[in-house]
């Protein structure tokens, strides 16, 4: 079953963390239950705030969803536990039609291969002509794989070496055969020739199994009791008898323990190299805690990935979470510009210029006549009215104020009381370093044949940023020098004033085409601007432009 992870941008926002788990929820409301919130960065205070105050789990974290082992495993695999017999083992690899059959410890933790390279090889060591057969195995093993009946059972489950001998040879040769071989390891094999069992019995051996159906004299079963011989009758003749016991070995003791397993979080970059050198282009895929999942082909890599994305809250892949575009992208939902987003096949782009993607995902809601839950409702509010700065921002439309006034009467929650509640989450800075500042919520852009970054924070003073400057400017400097941008900028915003400053680390030349009033060095004054998206954004846009033309 594939997993559709409905996930927003890097260094989410509050809109987008919100949108991503509203958005699964309407999806699972609908029956389509593969759905599932994520995220792919750190909420922020404010974020946090919300979620914890209206008792919603926050999204799943991904990283990144760089192709891994566990996006391409189908599912569960036949497995063994360690004490099968060999026989049943090659019978449940036969008829599952499998290359490879994972053996496993009782708890379900990986133990060992079977293929059909390490069964050729440990088979042969056992019935090498010039060694005597020696076959790992137990009472139980043998009565299993033999379908045979019980007559009399000592020590079932003990593990010993078997030393097989098949009563062919005249009874005074056979006695000299017996004699050599340790009796509590032998196991006989003959059929209904009473001499024969009457003396291994005397002699204490392991087992004495009777072969064709054979009856066994009472008076030989009484004895058997008394000297802790096991006695079993075996449905076959005594060729095929001896082959069964020979596969009545443990599974563990003829699979291949060399075979390390993969883990389901390793690149696909690792495991590749490992699958052409593995027995049948396979191997088994674990957990942390080393409990197998399933086993991964090569055959599993040419076929489409068990996880597909949902985007919301963006369109542009450079603010995508790292790696999505290897994968099928069912969706987009979002109220940004457009980036050079490309599909391989049509999809669903829902793309309105309003003020948050949360008012998007309430109108989704109430197109598909499904009641909003009232603590999804709540987030959804918190969501636009922290998008849009209590519906104040230049971005906000008619349709974020119809949303949010809707939402307001559903929940019963004050739309300024519960701004202003969010908005202060936001603006504490106390404990927090400058790259949580400056990483919190940054989104990166191309223009042409440059990118640039630009982060937001809102606060409901600019004062303690300022004091901070130099370590932020430092920050900025390294996140520059590691991305190769061609600047980033942090973009403080006054709640409280409506206005914003921006500190900038940039080379000169692009620094001088800035045409913002200037408070200090490489910190400039937005009057009046307090949206990134719909007034930040254009004016940077249009001087990287002009740089690229020069």
Known sequence: MKTVYVIGHRNPDSDSV??????????????????????????SPQTEYIFNRFSVPVPEYIPDLIPKVKYYISGE?????TGTSL???????????????????????????LHYNAFAKNVLKILNPEKEAAVSTSISLITTTLSAQPVVLHHETELFKCAMLVAAAGFETFKKMLAVHPAENAVVITGDRTDIQEYCISQNVR?????????????LR????KNNVSLLISPYDTSATAMLIVYSSPVSSMADSSIMPVNANDTLRKARPLLHKSPGRCLPVVDDNNRLLGIISESDLLREANIEAVLVDHNELTQAV??????????VIDHHRLGNFTTRQPITFINKPVGATSTIITNLYRQNRVSIPKEIASILLAGILSDTLMLQSATTTEEDRETAEYLSNITNLDVKELGQDILTAASRLGGRSAAEVVKQDMKEYTEG?????????????????????DEVFEELDTERRSRKCLFCA???????????????SAEQPFLQALGFPKMDDNIYILKDIVSRKKQLIPLLSEQVEKLSAQ
């Open 18 to 43: 919100i949108s991503a788990a509203a958005y699964a929820r309407l999806k699972q409301n609908l029956g389509q239950h593969e759905y599932v919130a994520a995220r792919a960065g750190k909420i």
């Open 77 to 81: 695999c036949q497995t063994v536990p």
């Open 87 to 113: 026989w049943a083992a090659l019978e449940k690899m036969e008829a599952s039609d499998t290359k490879v059959l994972p053996v496993v410890t009782e708890d379900g933790k990986y133990s060992a291969l």
């Open 207 to 219: 087992a004495v199994v009777v072969t064709s159906g054979n009856t066994i004299d009472k008076k």
């Open 222 to 225: 009484d004895m058997a009791e």
């Open 322 to 331: 790292e790696g999505v575009d290897n994968y099928t992208i069912r969706e």
């Open 449 to 469: 044949e440059f990118s640039f970054t630009v982060s937001q924070i809102e606060v409901d003073t600019t004062d303690e940023l300022l004091a901070r400057k």
């Open 490 to 504: 942090l973009m403080v915003t006054d709640i409280t004033k409506l206005t914003s400053v921006m500190l900038v």
